[in-house]
C-alpha cells in the first residue's frame, strides 16, 4: 500500500538531541541553524536547477517530476528528512490548513512516498493519547481507531473535495545542524485525493500541531519567516525561530481570523501610481487579508477590485495596451514587442503601520496567451467577503509572521 506524507503534523512530547551520525547532516541539504539561532530550510522552485542534484543524491533517479503550466507557477519545495535512516522528502508549504472557506494549493510529485517499514524508529499514535483525541475533536472523527489494533486514525478535508485519511504517526526529524526531534508526530495517510502528487505538504498554519509550532518549540522565539523566490533560477528560504528586525522590515500587526486558524492583516488604503482609489474608506473595515503561500493570486472586495480594474486600465490605455476580454482578471494585449516592465503601474496597499509597494513581477505577470495579466482578482472569483494576500504579490519578500509578538512584517528584495 502506498504511504504519504500528510500536511498533519503534531508534536506530543519530543525531545531534541544532537545526532550522532555525521551521514545524517547530508539529508538536510542545505539546512542550516543560522546566526539568529532560527532553523533555516532552502525554498525553491520546481525548475531550479539544484533539483536534479537533489533528487539524485537522494536516490530519487526513478521519480517522476510533473511539470506543468500550473506547477512551474506556483508550486516551491523545501527538504525536510524523516525516518531511521534519513530520508529526504521535498514538500510543499501552507500557511492556511484545514480550511473552511476556499483553500488553494498545488502539488508535485517530488521523491519517493515514505515508506514506514524501513525506519527503525516509526511508531503508531496509540488511540488514547491526548493527541489523538483533540485531532478526532478537530476532524470531527467519532471514532477513530482500528478495530484490534491501538492506532490513532486522522481526517483531513480541504473545500475543494481533496482529502487525505490515515494514521497518526510519530518518526524522527533530522532538523539543520545535525539536530533531531524523536517522536515527531504526522499523518501517513492510506488514502488521498489531491488535485496532484507530492511528498507531503508542511503545516505553517496558527495551529498548535502545525510543523511549525512544533520545530519552533525548540527555539527560544515563536516566529518564523520565508522568502519565496521570484523566478527559477533564485533560492529562497523557509527560517523557523528568531529573526532580524531593523529598519528594512517593514511591520504591521497580525490577526487572528475568527475562529479560523489562519494569519490575517487589516488593510486601509490602496494606491496605483500613487493614486488613491475612489472607493469608501469604510469597505477596507469590513474584511481582513489573509496571507496564504497556497494562494497564487490576491483577491480583493468586490469594489476595490472594480476601482482598481479602472485606475489599471487608464494607466496602461496611456501606454499603448489593449484590454483583454477575460473574465474576472485584468489583462492586456501585448503587441509582441519587448515590454519595459519599469514603465508599468506600481500598486500599493496600506497596513496598519506600513505600506506595502508592489513592482513589475508582484503586480503583473504573462499568461500563456502572452497577455499581461494582473496579479489580482475579485473575491468573486474565489470566496465572495474573503481578501487573499497571495504568493505572486509576495515573491521575493522577505516575510515574517512573529507569533509572539503578533507581528507581520515584509522586506522587499530578500531572494
Same mark, same amino acid.
Given at each position: 500500500?502506498?504511504?504519504?506524507?500528510?500536511?498533519?503534523?503534531?508534536?506530543?512530547?519530543?525531545?531534541?538531541?544532537?545526532?550522532?551520525?555525521?551521514?545524517? $547532516?547530508?539529508?538536510?541539504?542545505?539546512?542550516?541553524?543560522?546566526?539568529? !539561532?532560527?532553523?533555516?530550510?532552502?525554498?525553491?522552485?520546481?525548475?531550479?536547477?539544484?533539483?536534479?542534484?537533489?533528487?539524485? $543524491?537522494?536516490?530519487?533517479?526513478?521519480?517522476?517530476?510533473?511539470?506543468?503550466?500550473?506547477?512551474?507557477?506556483?508550486?516551491?519545495?523545501?527538504?525536510?528528512?524523516?525516518?531511521? +535512516?534519513?530520508?529526504?522528502?521535498?514538500?510543499? *508549504?501552507?500557511?492556511?490548513?484545514?480550511?473552511?472557506?476556499?483553500?488553494?494549493?498545488?502539488?508535485?510529485?517530488?521523491? +519517493?512516498?515514505?515508506?514506514?517499514?524501513?525506519?527503525?524508529?516509526?511508531?503508531?499514535?496509540?488511540?488514547?493519547?491526548?493527541?489523538?483525541?483533540?485531532?478526532?475533536?478537530?476532524?470531527?472523527?467519532?471514532?477513530?481507531?482500528?478495530?484490534?489494533?491501538?492506532?490513532?486514525?486522522?481526517?483531513?478535508?480541504?473545500?475543494?473535495?481533496?482529502?487525505?485519511?490515515?494514521?497518526?504517526?510519530?518518526?524522527?526529524?533530522?532538523?539543520?545542524?545535525?539536530?533531531?526531534?524523536?517522536?515527531?508526530?504526522?499523518?501517513?495517510?492510506?488514502?488521498?485525493?489531491?488535485?496532484?502528487?507530492?511528498?507531503?505538504?508542511?503545516? *505553517? !498554519?496558527?495551529?498548535?500541531?502545525?510543523?511549525?509550532?512544533?520545530?519552533?518549540?525548540?527555539?527560544?522565539?515563536?516566529?518564523?519567516?520565508?522568502?519565496?523566490?521570484?523566478?527559477?533560477?533564485?533560492?529562497?528560504?523557509?527560517?523557523?525561530?528568531?529573526?532580524?528586525?531593523?529598519?528594512?522590515?517593514?511591520?504591521?500587526?497580525?490577526?487572528?481570523?475568527?475562529?479560523?486558524?489562519?494569519?490575517?492583516?487589516?488593510?486601509?488604503?490602496?494606491?496605483?501610481? !500613487?493614486?488613491?482609489?475612489?472607493?469608501? +474608506?469604510?469597505?477596507?473595515?469590513?474584511?481582513?487579508? *489573509?496571507?496564504?503561500?497556497?494562494?497564487?493570486?490576491?483577491? *480583493?472586495? $468586490?469594489?476595490?477590485?472594480?476601482?482598481?480594474?479602472?485606475?489599471?486600465?487608464?494607466?496602461?490605455?496611456?501606454?499603448?495596451?489593449?484590454?483583454?476580454?477575460?473574465?474576472?482578471?485584468?489583462?492586456?494585449?501585448?503587441?509582441?514587442e519587448p515590454i519595459d516592465w519599469n514603465d508599468l503601474p506600481t500598486i500599493e496597499m496600506e497596513f496598519g503601520m506600513s505600506t506595502l509597494l508592489l513592482r513589475m513581477g508582484n503586480v503583473f505577470y504573462v499568461n500563456s496567451?502572452?497577455?499581461?495579466?494582473?496579479?489580482?482578482?475579485?473575491?468573486?472569483?474565489?470566496?465572495?467577503?474573503?481578501?487573499?494576500?497571495?504568493?505572486?504579490?509576495?515573491?521575493?519578500?522577505?516575510?515574517?509572521?512573529?507569533?509572539?509578538?503578533?507581528?507581520?512584517?515584509?522586506?522587499?528584495?530578500?531572494?
Amino acid at each position: 500500500m502506498e504511504v504519504f506524507l500528510a500536511v498533519m503534523v503534531i508534536l506530543l512530547s519530543s525531545t531534541v538531541r544532537s545526532a550522532s551520525s555525521t551521514s545524517s $547532516s547530508g539529508s538536510t541539504y542545505g539546512t542550516n541553524l543560522n546566526s539568529d !539561532g532560527a532553523f533555516q530550510f532552502p525554498m525553491f522552485h520546481i525548475n531550479h536547477p539544484l533539483l536534479p542534484s537533489w533528487t539524485q $543524491s537522494a536516490n530519487m533517479q526513478d521519480t517522476t517530476i510533473i511539470r506543468g503550466d500550473n506547477l512551474q507557477e506556483n508550486v516551491f519545495f523545501v527538504a525536510i528528512s524523516l525516518g531511521t +535512516p534519513a530520508v529526504l522528502n521535498l514538500v510543499t *508549504i501552507d500557511t492556511c490548513r484545514h480550511c473552511d472557506t476556499r483553500c488553494y494549493w498545488q502539488t508535485g510529485k517530488a521523491g +519517493p512516498t515514505f515508506n514506514p517499514l524501513k525506519s527503525s524508529t516509526y511508531r503508531n499514535v496509540n488511540c488514547s493519547t491526548e493527541v489523538c483525541h483533540a485531532m478526532h475533536k478537530i476532524s470531527g472523527l467519532f471514532s477513530g481507531c482500528v478495530d484490534g489494533k491501538d492506532a490513532c486514525l486522522y481526517r483531513i478535508r480541504y473545500a475543494l473535495g481533496e482529502y487525505s485519511v490515515g494514521y497518526l504517526v510519530k518518526d524522527k526529524l533530522t532538523l539543520p545542524n545535525n539536530y533531531t526531534i524523536d517522536d515527531f508526530i504526522f499523518g501517513c495517510g492510506a488514502g488521498n485525493l489531491y488535485s496532484g502528487s507530492n511528498t507531503g505538504i508542511i503545516g *505553517i !498554519g496558527n495551529e498548535s500541531y502545525s510543523f511549525f509550532n512544533q520545530v519552533a518549540r525548540q527555539t527560544n522565539y515563536r516566529a518564523f519567516s520565508y522568502c519565496l523566490p521570484s523566478d527559477h533560477e533564485n533560492e529562497g528560504f523557509l527560517s523557523i525561530g528568531p529573526y532580524v528586525r531593523d529598519e528594512k522590515l517593514k511591520l504591521t500587526r497580525l490577526f487572528s481570523y475568527g475562529h479560523l486558524p489562519f494569519y490575517a492583516i487589516q488593510q486601509l488604503g490602496m494606491m496605483v501610481n !500613487g493614486i488613491r482609489l475612489e472607493v469608501d +474608506p469604510r469597505i477596507y473595515s469590513t474584511a481582513m487579508t *489573509i496571507v496564504d503561500t497556497g494562494t497564487t493570486d490576491t483577491y *480583493i472586495l $468586490s469594489p476595490l477590485f472594480h476601482a482598481l480594474d479602472k485606475e489599471v486600465t487608464t494607466a496602461m490605455l496611456a501606454k499603448g495596451y489593449a484590454r483583454g476580454s477575460l473574465k474576472d482578471k485584468i489583462c492586456f494585449v501585448t503587441s509582441g514587442e519587448p515590454i519595459d516592465w519599469n514603465d508599468l503601474p506600481t500598486i500599493e496597499m496600506e497596513f496598519g503601520m506600513s505600506t506595502l509597494l508592489l513592482r513589475m513581477g508582484n503586480v503583473f505577470y504573462v499568461n500563456s496567451d502572452n497577455d499581461i495579466c494582473l496579479t489580482f482578482r475579485p473575491d468573486d472569483a474565489g470566496v465572495k467577503g474573503a481578501q487573499v494576500l497571495g504568493n505572486r504579490a509576495m515573491r521575493s519578500f522577505r516575510v515574517v509572521y512573529d507569533i509572539q509578538d503578533r507581528i507581520f512584517g515584509f522586506e522587499a528584495g530578500a531572494c
